[in-house]
DNA sequence: CGTGTAGTTGAGATGCGTCAATAGTTGTGG
DNA sequence: CCACAACTATTGACGCATCTCAACTACACG
């Protein structure tokens, strides 16, 4: 049975350390594991919201199109971590695989066979759910009135944090991504990501390998 | 009992027309209701997160203060709207009155009592978590890469659509308020909003109080 | 009637977008 | 291994939308 206060449980962050697969829900509730190509979309705005899912290795990217070309991206979704929550019976958002990755998808109709649920996975999907409101809020936060400079010290600052490695940041995504990411232009992410190398808060080995070399200035940046 | 398929029938805005009060779940889940002056906080970023909230009259913000006096507003709400979702054990936004307002507060706490809940009230409120979640959502959205003309129309329309009238929208926030849900100045609000009415698009009785007079163009603006 | 707050309007400064050219990177095929 | 093409990223010049600073107006309230 599931009950309000393993749900409030998972909300407050007292995150159990869970994983929605075969392998630890005793079967009960599967995962189907995907594998998608570059650019390939994962499902489509409008499509029917009928799984949520995790990323297994790769990068994900949920965004919105509009009209004249213009995309915005949501947010980036990196391995470990859950997207597909949204409202209503069609999904908001598209979801595109920044680069070859591997997902696994959890239909939300498996759940329901007996009308009973493992109260562990109920308090956990919530808990990405949240998880995802806040990383919206955060974004929209950033997006509000904040300079190029500040929202690409801040993006780098983020990437740093989820990444696993601590030695460098690799970025998936193309500077076009990051640019929808933070509302601004490709131009304008590459210019200010060559002004921070000047400075030397950041060095750049490859385009897409980026290592901090002062964070406490990135952070001065970022506030 | 609470199972999957409550929640992802609320997720999927199948919105059952239950009030969380203490009269429609027969005392079970009591809300307490409490009424804010003009600008009172309802609750502060980092306080803990042990409620959230339904606006039965006025409007609520929820936002976040940055260092500078920089404040960017994530969300207006509504009466009849819910807020308060916040993930962890702390507030990561504050919640203040943007005008006279009566709000209900629901402890999680109030609802673990025995273990068990009424599936209706955790499908409603994960309904409105997952409410607030678009939201987020289309809020960065409109941050991401639109014009000063088109937030405005878009905000406009938004309103237009939650109130309660047709006939016109009775705002309850500042200039300095919508600035700053919008990520603009106070000016370039005024002056936006000047445009509009000097194109004959809106009409202003009062500074507060605006008539849509030509929905389809302020549509086209929007988009 | 005076004072304070909210809103409007104007003029000038500037940060970012746009357009355009250049450079670097990756992949393919000879 | 090199040559070429296609794509991705960087850099530059310029224009414009919005911010900043400032003056003025409207309105509420004592």
Redesign the pocket.
Same mark, same amino acid.
């Given at each position: 049975m599931m009950n309000l206060s393993t749900v409030k449980a998972a909300a407050s962050g007292q995150r159990r350390s869970l994983a929605l697969d075969r392998r630890e829900t005793g079967g009960g509730a599967p995962g189907l594991a995907i594998r998608f190509a570059q650019d390939a979309q994962i499902y489509g705005d409008g499509d029917e919201n009928g799984s949520f899912y995790k990323v297994v290795a790769g990068v994900v990217r949920t965004c919105k199109f509009r009209i004249g070309g213009r995309r915005q991206i949501d947010a980036f979704h990196l391995p470990g971590e859950f997207f597909g929550f949204d409202a209503g019976d069609r999904h908001s958002l598209s979801a595109e695989a920044v680069c070859d990755c591997a997902v696994v998808s959890y239909r939300w109709r498996a759940f329901k066979s007996d009308g009973e649920i493992d109260d562990r996975l109920a308090a956990q999907f919530f808990f990405h759910a949240m998880q995802n409101l806040r990383r919206a809020q955060d974004h929209a936060l950033l997006l509000g *009135?904040y +300079?190029?400079?500040q929202k690409v010290a801040a993006f780098l600052i983020d990437m740093a944090s989820r990444a696993s490695f601590d030695e460098f940041i690799d970025?998936a995504m193309? &500077? *076009?991504d990051i640019?929808d990411y933070l509302?601004?232009?490709?131009?304008?992410? +590459? &210019?200010?990501?060559?002004n921070l190398e000047r400075a030397a808060i950041i060095a750049?080995p490859?385009? &897409?390998r980026i290592r901090i070399t002062n964070e406490q200035a990135l952070r001065r940046i970022s506030s």
């Open positions: *009135h +300079s190029a400079a970025l193309a &500077r *076009h640019a509302g601004l232009t490709m131009e304008t992410v +590459s &210019r200010t990501l060559s750049r490859t385009t &897409r």
